[in-house]
C-alpha cells in the first residue's frame, strides 16, 4: 500500500473503527472512521477515498442501503462489506451489489490485510481505457434492465446480454457494447467466484459453530 491510501471505515462500534484505523494507518493509510452511514455519506460527499470498509448491520440506513447509494452516485471505490453475521445470504446480497469483497468479525490482522489487498490488487480489464462516453448510456440502460431482472444467483449475466440487446436497438456502436461487455463479464466472473467461495466458507464454518 501506497501512503496515499485513504480508507474510509463506517462502523457504529468504535471499538472496531479504532481497531481498523490502527491497523490500517500502520500500513501507512490515511483512515476517517464514521459512526454511521449518515456520518459516512458526509464524508463522502466532502473527500475522496481509495477504499472503504462498511458494517452491514447498523442502527437507521444499513451498510446493504449505503453500499446502494454510493452505487447508484456511481462512487468507484472498492467497498469492503463488514459482518458478524452467520448468513451467508447477506454477504452474497452484499456482493450482488457490486461489494469487492467482506469480512467477518471477529478479525485478524491478517484477515484485514489480506482483504485490502487482494481488492486492491484487482485491476480493470484492459478494455475499460478505450470505453467511449456511450459507457454512461450503457449503465443506465443496464440499471433499468437490473430492475426488471429477478435476483437469484449470477442473474447479472442475464442483465449484460439484455443490455446489450437493448443497446444494439439504439444504435450504440459495436465497438463501444463490445468493451463495455468485455468490463461486465469478467467483473460477473470475479463476483461469481467469490460468491462461490463465500457460501462453501459460511456452511463450513455453520458446520463447525465457528460463527
Not at 42 to 54: E, I, K, N
Not at 55 to 84: C, F
Not at 157 to 170: G, Y
Request: aromatic fraction near 4%.
Amino acid at each position: 500500500m501506497n501512503n496515499n491510501t485513504r480508507v474510509l471505515i463506517v462502523d457504529d462500534e468504535p471499538l472496531t473503527g479504532k481497531v481498523l484505523s490502527d491497523i490500517l494507518t500502520a500500513k501507512n493509510c490515511s483512515c476517517v472512521t464514521a459512526a454511521g452511514a449518515d456520518q459516512g455519506l458526509a464524508m463522502l460527499s466532502r473527500y475522496s477515498f481509495d477504499l472503504a470498509f462498511v458494517d452491514i448491520m447498523m442502527p437507521g440506513m444499513s451498510g446493504l442501503e449505503l453500499l446502494d447509494i454510493m452505487k447508484l452516485s456511481r462512487l468507484s471505490l472498492p467497498v469492503i462489506m463488514i459482518t458478524a453475521l452467520s448468513d451467508a445470504a447477506t454477504v452474497v446480497q452484499a456482493m450482488k451489489k457490486g461489494a469487492a469483497d467482506f469480512l467477518v468479525k471477529p478479525f485478524t490482522i491478517e484477515d484485514v490485510c489480506s482483504r485490502m489487498d487482494a481488492v486492491r490488487k484487482e485491476k480493470p480489464h484492459p478494455a475499460a481505457r478505450q470505453i467511449q462516453p456511450a459507457v454512461g448510456r450503457m449503465d443506465d440502460i443496464a440499471q433499468g434492465v437490473e430492475a426488471l431482472v429477478d435476483h437469484f444467483d449470477f442473474h447479472g449475466r442475464i442483465v449484460t446480454e439484455r443490455t446489450i440487446e437493448i443497446a444494439r436497438q439504439l444504435a450504440i456502436p459495436e465497438a463501444d457494447i463490445r468493451a463495455w461487455a468485455a468490463v461486465r463479464r469478467e467483473s460477473h466472473s470475479r463476483q461469481e467466484k467469490k460468491i462461490s467461495l463465500i457460501s462453501g466458507l459460511f456452511g463450513r464454518c455453520t458446520k463447525r459453530g465457528d460463527l
